[in-house]
C-alpha cells in the first residue's frame, strides 16, 4: 500500500493531473467530433447517444461511490462530507447532460464546468492526502468528469450555449447560493466559501475580505458567462445573415 503525503498544488501529482485533464479533452472533442451526424442535432446520432449514456452512467458510478464513502461515520463531517458544493451538483447535471443532451443541463454542465470547475482545477482546495489518497482521488475525479463533459458536448458533439442558458443559469445558481448561504450560516459550515475563504490558497484570496470577495465573484462570474456566452450567439447570427 503506498502511503499518502499532504497534497501541494502544482506539485507532482497536481501536474499530472492537469496533463491527465489536457489528453481527455483532445481525446473527447476529437470523439465527438467523429460521433456528430450532418444536419442533426447534436447527440441525436447513435453513436453519441450510447457514448454519452455510458459516460453518464460512469459518473454516477463514481461519484456516487466517493460521496457514500464521505458519509461512512469513520469520514463523517459536516463541514465537508454533504453533497452541498457547487461541484457536487455540477456532476449530477453533466450525467443529465450527457444522458438526455438537454439544453437545461447542458447550460449548467457549461457554465459551472468551464469557470468554476476549471478554478478548482487551477487552484485546488484540496486540504487532504496526495495520490493515492481516497480524497484526492474524489477530487480530481469529480472535476475532470465535469469539465470534460462540458467539453465534449461544446467542442466535441457541438452543442453551443445561448442567452436563454445563461439567464437559467445565473437564475439556478444564485438559488443554490442562497440556500446554500442560509444552510451556513444555521450549520456553522461554510459550503461554496460563500462565509469564509478556503483555509488553503486560492484565486479568493485576491478578492479582499468578506463579504466584498462575494460580491467580487459575482461581477466577475456574471461577467465571465456574459463573455463564453457571446461568440456562440455572434456565429449563430452570421450564419444566419450569410
Given amino acids: 500500500m503506498i502511503a499518502a503525503g499532504r497534497f501541494h498544488a502544482y506539485g ?3 501536474w499530472a493531473a492537469l496533463g491527465l485533464f489536457a489528453i481527455g479533452c483532445a481525446v473527447l472533442v476529437a470523439l465527438g467530433r467523429a460521433q456528430r451526424t450532418p444536419g442533426t442535432e447534436p447527440g441525436s446520432g447513435e453513436q453519441a447517444k450510447g457514448f454519452g449514456r455510458a459516460y453518464a452512467l460512469a459518473v454516477l458510478f463514481v461519484m456516487i461511490g466517493t460521496q457514500a464513502h464521505a458519509l461512512l461515520p469513520r469520514e463523517w463531517d459536516l ?3 454533504l453533497p452541498l458544493q457547487l461541484c457536487d451538483v455540477a456532476w449530477l447535471t453533466a450525467a443529465g447532460a450527457l444522458w438526455t443532451f438537454r439544453r437545461r443541463w447542458y447550460a449548467l454542465t457549461y457554465y459551472w ?3 468554476l470547475s476549471v478554478q478548482g482545477l487551477l487552484t485546488p482546495a484540496l486540504d487532504g492526502g496526495d495520490y493515492p489518497d481516497i480524497d484526492y482521488l474524489a477530487f480530481w475525479g469529480m472535476h ?9 458536448l461544446t467542442w466535441g458533439l457541438g452543442m453551443r450555449p445561448d442567452w436563454r442558458c445563461y439567464r437559467f443559469a445565473v437564475a439556478v445558481t444564485v438559488a443554490w447560493a442562497a440556500g446554500t448561504f442560509a444552510f451556513n450560516e444555521i450549520a456553522g459550515t461554510n459550503y461554496g466559501y460563500l462565509n469564509d475563504k478556503p483555509v488553503t490558497g486560492s484565486v479568493l484570496d485576491l478578492l479582499g475580505p468578506w463579504p466584498w470577495y462575494v460580491l467580487a465573484e459575482v461581477v466577475i462570474i456574471l461577467a465571465g458567462w456574459a463573455l463564453i456566452t457571446w461568440p456562440w450567439t455572434r456565429v449563430r447570427r452570421d450564419r444566419a445573415a450569410g
Fill in 12 to 14: 507532482p501529482s497536481h
Fill in 79 to 81: 463541514g465537508g462530507s
Fill in 113 to 115: 464546468g468551464l469557470t
Fill in 144 to 152: 475532470l468528469v465535469i469539465v470534460w463533459a462540458a467539453v465534449y
